[in-house]
């Protein structure tokens, strides 16, 4: 082997004057800017195992000098979310209902606190989207009972509907068949006549059933049987049923009327979550602005402060 090495021919590079079975090898050395990174990073290696929690030990790990740990910097991230909420509770306690409204992060987090409690307490019943199933109302559509203003639906929320405490809302349907008000042939009219309100062709019977109407009927669901929301008594005009609009169905509900029942959540929910799950409940499609005039009185009973979506 002379001592100056030969040059490859096809690539015109010199070789090490390795040779193996007469495969040689290249001389293409690492290029210099590449060999500066590797020792900064070997450098920056060694300043980390001194500075870091880094190598393994029977007892643990080197603790390093600067005593980080994950622990550390998870209560410290806690710490701040905590503050965080600390600040958003103390405003969303203190804002009204059209405050938050108003305010987009204080809106922002309601709509998230309520869906969470909303998943949480209300899907069994109104479903996961809110859109309900037969004696639960759809809460995406304008369609209201009780009333669909923040007032309306905050007071619904909290103390129920004929469910327990003397602030309950609260109407009962007559039970016309089973406690002997309607005779079976006064209920099939009036079904006759419920049935023309929302479009099907009259029977003859619908004009006696009209009187029945009249006289039963209306004190709740209206003269003209659009329902009234002092008495949650549902529109029959409109094509939506809570129960159904077949006839069958509805002879069954003014025999034995219904009585559905939405529990209060006051006392099992705090007075933020129940703001939150207004606002979210509102803004789900069928939310109404403030009428004054018909708003419910304002709640005085203040309830402490709790996490919004704490199911509690
Ligand atoms: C046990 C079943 C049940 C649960 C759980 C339930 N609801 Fe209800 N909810 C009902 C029923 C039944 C009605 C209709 C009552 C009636 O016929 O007037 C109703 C009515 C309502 C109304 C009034 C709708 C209108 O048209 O005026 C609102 C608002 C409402 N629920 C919100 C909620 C929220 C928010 C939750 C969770 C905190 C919840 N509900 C949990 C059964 C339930
Ligand atoms: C005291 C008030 C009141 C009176 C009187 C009343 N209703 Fe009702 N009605 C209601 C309420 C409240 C509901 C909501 C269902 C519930 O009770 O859960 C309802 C529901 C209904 C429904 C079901 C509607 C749906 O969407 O599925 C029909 C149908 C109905 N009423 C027909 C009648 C007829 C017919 C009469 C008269 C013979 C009558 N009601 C008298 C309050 C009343």
């Known amino acids: 082997m002379s001592d100056k090495n030969e040059i490859d021919k096809v690539s015109g590079v010199e070789t090490t004057g390795h040779e193996w079975d007469g495969l040689k090898e290249l ?16 450098i920056w290696s060694v300043g980390y195992w001194i500075l870091f929690p880094s190598w393994p030990t029977i007892g643990g790990a080197t603790q390093g000098l600067w005593g980080w740990t ?17 600040i958003n509770l103390g405003k969303f306690s203190n804002a009204s209902l059209q405050d938050i409204m108003n305010d987009p992060e204080l809106y922002a987090f309601a709509v998230a ?7 949480d307490n209300c899907a069994t019943c109104h479903g996961s989207g809110g859109a309900g199933s037969k004696g639960y109302p759809n809460l995406n559509d304008d369609d209201w009972l009780w009333g669909g203003t923040l007032d309306d639906i905050f007071y619904t929320i909290k103390h129920g509907i004929r469910s327990v405490g003397d602030d309950s809302r609260f109407s009962l349907m007559t039970a016309f068949g089973k406690d002997g008000v309607l005779k079976p042939d006064e209920i099939e009219a009036v079904t ?4 023309t309100l929302s479009g099907t062709t009259p029977k003859d019977s619908h004009v006696q059933g009209q009187q029945i109407f009249q006289q039963n009927c209306a004190s709740c669901h209206g003269a003209d049987g659009k329902g009234m929301r002092d008495t ?13 609009g077949d006839r069958q169905t509805i002879r069954q509900t003014v025999t034995y009327a219904r009585k559905g029942v939405m529990p209060a959540w006051k006392g ?17 499609g069928g939310g109404e602005e403030d009428k004054p005039a018909q708003a419910p009185k304002a709640d005085p009973q203040q309830e402490p402060a709790g996490h919004v979506g704490a199911d509690e």
């Open 113 to 119: 606190g309520g869906k969470a409690a909303f998943k």
């Open 268 to 284: 099992r929910l705090d007075e933020n979550t129940i703001k939150a799950l207004t606002v979210y409940v509102h803004q789900l």
């Open 192 to 195: 006759d006549y419920v049935l």
């Open 27 to 42: 001389n293409n050395p690492a290029p210099r800017w590449w060999l500066w990174v590797f020792f900064v990073t070997v």
């Open 232 to 244: 949650g008594a549902p529109n029959l005009t409109d094509k939506i049923w809570l129960y159904g």
């Open 70 to 86: 994950s622990h550390k910097k998870l209560a410290a991230d806690q710490g701040e979310i905590a503050e965080m909420q600390r």
